[in-house]
């Protein structure tokens, strides 16, 4: 039985219940709830309600203590690497997407060696290989070499972004070396997923939901799930995402959890969010999983603005990326972006010293790697 079913359960009526609910709770409600951490679910429902919002710094003290607690005062540094922004899906969201007249690229080995090389020089050891879905351009065997060259060169831990495999590819990634796997499902909302991914091998929502759990089969240290915030009502997407970070680390506790938090800012032409998500929404979402989600690595990236990162380092997240570059080749191989297009525009562009300096700012240190974090298993 996969997360479909848990899906299917809650998609009949059972979530818009929940829903409403929350529109109910008061702020004794929120109240009681933390009196338990870990919240019960109950409680993470009130951590999502309006009434939350006059007990944000209650919550992000509590979120705090609780990830110095199972993490230490430490935030881990992470950077993406983007293989290729050829794709062969119609995301409407996406500057990738198939339909977009846009400059693409596929790095070569010896790209993928160049920009690693820089990105090591930088002290990084964690790297995100992200690669659009197009086997002509990043098959398997390309992924594999690209991982295989990436562990070679000195990465300890190296995780994928890419096209959906199965669980025998996967396998051949991981006796490769491959140590995660990040999977947005984008949205739970099954008629919401089918609008805005019209054509391509990522219309099939129940693939694409089955993904973390073929890659934990195959014997992946980490997935990394998450919701796309702007697609539908994030109430809604952060109880299903409570189900599944639950439904993950009952099935697969060998396999840590991660969970990140992608909000849509800028659009391609012809798409606009239909439910924008405010900073104080996102803060509240990010609280909320973290006092529900003891141990999962909670992730924040550049696409959010310096600001809000700082705050919300040590509160709730533990990993960040830094310094991010969203084309292929952009670190080294084409750095003015002249030959391949950007997913998003990176908000937060400070280097990796700057960024460093923030998290020391606020009482904390950072880390290029943590194998501990990485490879804790999820009670
Ligand atoms: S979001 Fe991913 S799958 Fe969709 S168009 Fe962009 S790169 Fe392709």
Redesign the pocket.
């Known amino acids: 039985m996969s997360f479909l079913h848990t899906v299917e359960y809650l998609n009949s009526g059972i979530i818009d219940s929940a829903v409403a609910k929350i529109e109910t709770l008061s702020e004794q409600d929120v109240l009681k709830a933390l009196e338990r951490i870990p919240v019960t679910p109950e409680g993470f429902m009130a951590l999502l309600s309006r009434q939350a919002d006059a007990l944000t710094s209650d919550i992000e003290i509590l979120a705090r203590e609780l990830t110095a607690q199972r993490f230490g005062r430490v935030v881990n540094l992470y950077i993406p690497l983007y293989l290729t922004?050829s794709?062969?899906?119609?995301?409407l969201?996406?500057?990738?997407?198939?339909k977009r007249e846009v400059q693409r690229k596929t790095l070569t080995l010896n790209e993928i060696a160049l920009e690693c090389q820089r990105l090591l020089q930088e002290g990084y050891k964690s790297l995100l290989l992200?690669?659009?879905?197009?086997k002509r351009w990043a098959p398997v065997k390309y992924i594999e070499s690209a991982i295989k060259l990436a562990k070679k060169l000195g990465f300890v831990f190296v995780a994928i972004e890419a096209?959906p495999m199965t669980e025998e590819e996967y396998r051949v990634l991981c006796n490769a070396g491959l140590d995660g796997v990040t999977v947005y499902q984008?949205t739970y909302e099954i008629e919401t997923y089918r609008k805005v991914?019209p054509s391509?091998p990522?219309k099939d929502y129940k693939y694409r939901l089955d993904t973390p759990e073929r890659a934990a089969r195959a014997g992946v240290r980490s997935v990394g799930i998450g919701f796309l915030l702007g697609l539908a009502d994030f109430r809604k997407e952060s109880l299903f995402l409570g189900a599944h970070i639950k439904y993950l680390r009952k099935k697969y506790w060998q396999t840590s959890i991660a969970v990140s938090f992608p909000r849509i800012h800028e659009t391609p032409s012809g798409f606009s969010p239909a439910h924008p998500v405010s900073d104080s929404e996102l803060v509240q979402i990010i609280l909320a999983v973290r006092l529900a989600n003891p141990d999962a690595v909670l992730t924040l990236s550049t696409r959010e603005a310096s600001a809000l990162r700082d705050r919300l380092f040590g509160a709730g997240i533990n990993q960040v990326s830094a310094g991010s570059k969203t084309s292929p080749g952009a670190y080294i191989v084409d750095p003015a972006g002249n030959q391949a297009a950007k997913?998003f525009p990176v908000v937060d562009d400070r280097t990796p010293a700057e960024v460093i300096d923030a998290i020391r700012k606020r009482g904390l240190e950072w880390v290029f790697k943590d194998w501990d974090l990485n490879l804790r298993p999820v009670s």
Do not use: L
């Open positions: 922004n794709c062969i899906n119609n995301c969201y996406c500057g990738f997407g198939s992200v690669a659009g879905e197009d096209g984008e991914h391509g990522k997913q």
